[in-house]
């Protein structure tokens, strides 16, 4: 819907389109602000301004109410994004922007998010960030966090090792925040030992809204990178729903817990690695690996035959035959200690007779697996079914994914039950 035609007259007469800075006069009141796309499920009679303070208000004008125009937008071709001068006392950050919310804005007239922010506009939307490090921008690609594969995985692997052996001293990878537990277990795997901070960073609001998390988390990586001394993957996001603490999570061992909250990243039958405040102090919960100058190493081969499965109540042997047959790698979510049925039971035993590795994990948040309480566990380790303790399943699946692709058949289950990245703990902690 757009206006009504009295109203689009009065805008073409006063000169003004979207993105004009505008006032209203209604009822004594005056309102001031940038006039937004016209959404496609208002009112032809109001009009969405972007007040000063970033949020959206709207205004339902009639024949009495003023509006005049102060300020025409600028178009696209005047924009200039302001250059930063390099600092040589200041450590070098590669930004390498993959898209999510956190590289997005939202389109006024649907409402949809669109990943369309460069990394280099992120990097000037929050100029605090050129205090602490000299920041450059690399653009991968421009994908929603639930349109990433494999391939993605292996690309940003590679940038993130070309980048640190040309000098950088911090990758920070932002990301769409979905699936990037996803891709932080990925790079733990692929990058290994990598000898520089490589932080994963996302937003639940996208950087146009006035409550995003993006600079308050962007800003908290850069601080981590250049304060910690520490390397490996990790994942930075906010620790409270306000800005003013941020936890530093194993990339191994983060998930989102929530749709929307801030703080929907948590450390998963471990402590945060360490937290962040808003002033940049870091506390540390645990003994970190140093940087070092040596070079990274990205070992990006994945075995594409490689399947994650939740068992659930009623699982039917026959619908996932196929699937048990032509996988080389399964991983299944168990329930409980790690358990399926005993209908499903004899399936398993049939894939690995196939050849096929067979994991199992538990859908629960907390505690580890346990093959040696009930008969059906037994069953299943008789089988040769592979526990492996506390891990999570999407990591299990991604660790499998790799170990089949890098390590011969005879050192994969070995290589399983060892802990590469702390993906995993043998001891009960939480």
Request: hydrophobic share 40%; proline share 4%.
């Amino acid at each position: 819907m757009s206006y009504s035609i009295d109203l689009s007259k009065r805008l073409e007469e006063s000169g003004i389109i979207e993105n004009s800075k505008i006032s209203i006069e209604k009822d004594g009141m005056t309102y001031v602000g940038t006039i937004m796309p016209h959404p496609n499920l208002s009112a032809p009679d109001v009009i969405i301004l972007k007040v000063a303070n970033g949020y959206n208000i709207g205004i339902r004008v009639d024949q009495d109410s003023k509006i005049k125009i102060i300020d025409k937008p600028i178009t696209t071709n005047q924009k200039i994004e302001a250059k930063i001068k390099e600092n040589k006392n200041l450590p070098t950050l590669v930004l390498v922007s993959t898209g999510g919310t956190i590289a997005s804005y939202v389109d006024y007239r649907t409402g949809a998010v669109h990943p369309t922010l460069s990394a280099s506009d992120m990097i000037n939307s929050v100029p605090e960030i050129n205090k602490i490090a000299n920041v450059r921008a690399r653009v991968l690609f421009s994908v929603l966090s639930e349109n990433m594969n494999i391939s993605h995985w292996q690309e940003i692997a590679k940038a993130v090792a070309e980048e640190i052996n040309n000098g950088a001293d911090g990758i920070i990878v932002s990301h769409g925040t979905d699936t990037m537990g996803y891709t932080a277990a990925a790079l733990s795997f692929m990058l290994g030992n990598v000898p520089k901070p490589v932080v994963l960073v996302g937003s639940q609001r996208s950087s146009d809204r006035p409550s995003s998390d993006a600079p308050a988390n962007l800003i908290a990586c850069a601080q981590f990178c250049v304060k910690s001394g520490k390397s490996g993957v990790y994942v930075v996001m906010h620790d409270t729903l306000s800005d003013d603490s941020f936890a530093v999570h194993i990339g191994s061992r983060v998930r989102k817990m929530h749709t929307s909250r801030r703080d929907a990243f948590k450390s998963i039958n471990i402590e945060p690695a360490a937290n962040i405040d808003k002033y940049g102090n870091i506390t540390f919960n645990m003994d970190l690996p140093l940087i070092s100058e040596s070079r990274a190493i990205a070992r990006t081969g994945m075995e594409m035959s490689t399947v994650l499965l939740q068992y659930y109540p009623g699982m039917n042997p026959y619908v996932f035959r196929d699937v048990f047959m032509k996988s080389k790698g399964i991983v299944i979510a168990g329930s409980g200690l790690g358990h399926v049925s005993d209908t499903m039971a004899p399936l398993v035993g049939e894939a690995i007779k196939n050849g096929a590795i067979v994991i199992m994990t538990s859908q629960c948040i907390n505690g580890q697996t346990n093959m040696n309480v009930y008969n059906t566990g037994r069953d299943l380790a008789s089988a040769g079914i592979v526990s492996v303790f506390d891990i999570l399943p999407e990591t299990a699946y991604v660790k499998l994914s790799w170990v089949l692709a890098n390590y011969s058949k005879d050192e994969v289950i070995e290589i399983m039950k060892t802990p590469l990245c702390r993906e995993f703990s043998n001891r009960r902690v939480f």
